[in-house]
């Protein structure tokens, strides 16, 4: 168990949709990244916070948003979704530096 | 810009035999690089890492590594697979400031 928490594991949505992913990171850690993973394109980096705010932005869609809260907790918004946007998603944090990421199991998301 | 190749997609082994998976890097700076292993279903759990000093990196379940500077590569090797070891493994790159580029990924298979 890598203390990171997501939810939820599975979401099935209609194309047009909006979804909200939520992910805990360990206790202590200050940093999340998000990532989406699918077939062709590997592993992708979004976004990553620390400590609330914003400080990497990789190949993240507009139509994408996230945000981290003053618990730490991160959400990663997907709207007017698209089936290419069916994916895992998945939630990663770390410590002060960007030394070590612990992943959460990810959300597999599926667009119909 | 940073980025990381697999060469190799798919690799079967027979149990008990070595395994080495391959990994070149591209980097403008002195990088930080990492193993990653992922079972189906489940995020990704480090196995090693380099950040700087011996070359040679030992990591969890008798996994070793290689960092050859003059090649660009940090090559994943272990002397003896076990059948649990059927994973897709990736390689990925980065530094203290920068959000980890991970690689394609390689499907290890382990047959009897």
């Known amino acids: 168990d890598s203390g990171v928490t997501q939810t939820p594991k599975h979401l099935i949505t209609a194309t047009g949709q909006r979804v909200t992913l939520r992910c805990s990171p360990r206790s202590g850690d200050l940093s999340v990244y998000w990532y989406q993973q699918s077939l062709d394109q590997g592993l992708q980096f979004l976004i990553q916070y620390y400590n609330g705010e914003e400080r990497a932005k990789g190949n993240i869609l507009e139509r994408f948003s996230a945000q981290q809260f003053p618990d730490l907790h991160s959400e990663l918004n997907l709207s007017s979704l698209e089936l290419g946007d069916s994916a895992l998603y998945f939630c990663?944090?770390?410590?002060?530096?960007?030394?070590?990421?612990?992943f959460g199991s990810g959300t597999q998301l599926s667009v119909l | 810009a940073q980025s990381v190749t697999q060469p190799d997609i798919h690799i079967t082994v027979s149990e008990g035999a070595s395994l080495e998976l391959r990994c070149n890097y591209s980097y403008g700076a002195t990088p930080y690089l990492f193993w990653y292993v992922q079972s189906p279903g489940q995020g990704l759990q480090l196995l090693l890492k380099y950040f700087s000093g011996d070359t040679l990196v030992q990591g969890i379940k008798g996994f070793e590594a290689e960092f050859k500077r003059s090649q660009s590569s940090f090559n994943l090797r272990k002397p003896s697979v076990h059948w649990s070891d059927a994973a897709e493994y990736f390689c990925?790159?980065?530094?203290?400031?920068?959000?980890?580029?991970f690689g394609k990924g390689t499907r290890l298979s382990v047959i009897a």
């Open positions: 990663a944090s770390s410590g002060q530096a960007n030394e070590k990421l612990f």
């Open positions: 990925a790159v980065g530094s203290g400031n920068t959000p980890l580029v």
